[in-house]
Each structure stands twice: as structure tokens, then as C-alpha cells.
């Protein structure tokens, strides 16, 4: 199984702020992931975290929103950039490492508001 | 890509009774899988289905797979206060990204 420890776990932020959310595996990985769940939602998967390459974005989020680094194997970055009160949301790092290969890890989330 | 969507988007249930989500795509499906999240919790993984019609189960929940692979459906029997959260079916990528249907939240009345 994977360990995933993010921080922070929770932060209030102000408007037009930026915020860095940092997520810890305790084995290697060879990809990360962060999503968004906002208030009552499905998760939204922003982007891969791929080690030694710039992150691969989904559709609908940019490199200057969400601008994320990957410096090894086992550890990622995500900042929320001049955040508004729509980024209010759960961020949620992830990696898969399951003994059978199917298993998905979650780490416990951090949850942000924006006031 | 391929989407899936749940029904129903909320259930309440009396402790004891039994509970079902259906998770449906339009398309057929590689694999499906089923994660919980507590109220105020992270999603975890409960089980990954790939093969047509197979039907896994755990304890008080069963999951299935249709022959079609198009869609999936979770049964709890005998649901207990221990259930309560939001049930999320997915499909895994293979580069273990997963896209996340709109997920069932489940209450159950004591």
C-alpha cells in the first residue's frame, strides 16, 4: 500500500492569494496525480505530475492556474494561483500502487476556502 | 472520453434495509471501479471489476460487472450507520488516472 501525506489538510485563504499544497508518498512513484473536488462534487483530475517533465493538464486547467512540480520520485507540488472564492474546493493528490496494479491511493485531501 | 453517470445522485435508507448504485456509460467500459468517501473524507478504493458479468463481493457489499461491460451496480445489504458516505463508481486509464462518475451519497436512518 501507499502513504500519502499532504499539506496543508486545511487553509482559508484571500482572494488573490496563492496557495502551494504539498503531497508526500512514502514509496516511489513514477506518477502523481492531483484532482479537485469542489463542494458537493465528483472529483475532477486537474493533471499528471510526471517526474523529470513538465505535468500533462487536462482539459480546463492551465500550467498558470495550477502550476505543479514534481523534484523526485516520491514528493509533488500544487499552487492554486491568485485563487477567487471558485477555488474553494478539495485538492487531492494520488498515485497508483496497488500489489495488483488496480489499486488507487488517495491522500486525505486539502481542503481550502477562499473568502 | 468515456463518461459514466450514477443513479440514484442521493439515497436514504432505514438501518437494515438495503441499498443499490447503478453506474451506466454509453460505451463499453475496460474496467470499472468502485471508491467510498466518508463524509469529510478522502475516496478509497474498494474494487476494480474487468471482466464481463463478474460479480465480486465483500462482506455486506456486491459488485457487478454487466455482460455488456457497460455498466456496474453496488449492492450494501443490510446497511449500517458505518456506510454512510458517497459511493463513486470510476474508470481507470491505464496510466492510473481514474475518471470518476457523479457518485451516489448514501444516508441511512438509525
Known amino acids: 500500500s501507499a502513504v500519502i501525506s499532504q499539506k496543508p489538510s486545511r487553509d482559508i485563504c484571500q482572494r488573490g492569494t496563492s496557495l502551494t499544497i504539498q503531497c508526500q508518498v512514502d514509496?516511489?512513484?513514477?506518477?502523481m496525480f492531483w484532482y479537485r473536488q469542489q463542494p458537493g462534487q465528483s472529483l475532477t483530475l486537474i493533471a499528471t505530475a510526471n517526474q523529470g517533465s513538465e505535468a500533462t493538464y487536462e482539459s480546463g486547467f492551465v500550467i498558470d492556474k495550477f502550476p505543479i512540480s514534481r523534484p523526485n520520485l516520491t514528493f509533488s507540488t500544487l499552487t492554486v494561483s491568485n485563487m477567487s472564492p471558485e477555488d474553494s474546493s478539495i485538492y487531492l493528490c494520488?498515485?497508483?500502487?496497488?500489489?495488483?496494479?488496480?489499486?488507487?491511493?488517495f491522500g486525505e485531501g486539502s481542503w481550502l476556502t477562499v473568502v | 472520453g468515456q463518461q459514466v453517470m450514477q443513479i440514484p445522485q442521493y439515497q436514504h435508507v432505514q438501518e437494515g434495509e438495503d441499498f443499490t448504485t447503478y453506474c451506466n456509460s454509453s460505451t463499453t467500459l475496460s474496467n470499472i471501479q468502485w471508491y467510498k468517501q466518508r463524509p469529510g473524507g478522502h475516496p478509497v478504493f474498494l474494487i476494480q471489476?474487468?471482466?464481463?458479468?463478474e460479480v465480486k463481493k465483500q462482506k455486506r457489499l456486491t459488485f457487478q460487472f454487466g455482460e455488456a461491460k457497460k455498466n456496474s451496480s453496488l449492492h450494501i445489504t443490510a446497511t449500517q450507520t458505518t456506510d454512510v458516505g458517497t459511493y463513486f463508481c470510476?474508470?481507470?486509464?491505464?496510466?492510473?488516472?481514474?475518471?470518476f462518475g457523479p457518485g451516489t451519497s448514501l444516508s441511512v436512518i438509525p
Open positions: 470510476g474508470r481507470k486509464t491505464s496510466y492510473d488516472k481514474v475518471i
Open positions: 494520488s498515485v497508483g500502487q496497488g500489489y495488483d496494479g488496480n489499486t488507487i491511493y
Open positions: 514509496s516511489q512513484v513514477t506518477m
Open positions: 471489476l474487468v471482466k464481463s458479468g
